[in-house]
């Protein structure tokens, strides 16, 4: 199971980091670039906090508490039951860790690009780590709501 968690882990991880690169290489922080008029842009922004800019400027607690929960992971999966779900969903979820954490540390925010709109409704600016751990989070949720069942 390790070896598919650090695969999974390994694969978000670069792909958060090369989108961030590509994207903030332009060097323009705010201005979009509409991809699908009234729905999806590319937005780059810098979040100096966590989800919806929480905790802003309070980077040293947010690298702290990443390092803990990382910790954490890395310690249950040795605990959990070895199957492809289990380990994609760690494997989402520490490789989001990873690229928000290595934003938090390099740049000392987190580089968020992806933006979207349904009717009227703006979603929080985002990136691909944000996506990992969001789905990382959400496939754990539903394991063990399934374990529970059993």
Known sequence: MKKRVLIVSFIVLIIDLITKFLVFSIDKFNDSVVIINNFFKIT????????????EHMNVLLITISVIILI??????NHVKNTKLNALSYGLLIGGLLGNLFDRMVFGYVRDFLSFKIWKFNFAIFNVADMGIVIGIILLMLLSIKKEKE
């Open 44 to 55: 780059p922004v810098k979040n100096f906090g966590a989800a919806f800019s929480t905790f």
């Open 72 to 77: 954490y992971l890395l310690y249950t999966i």
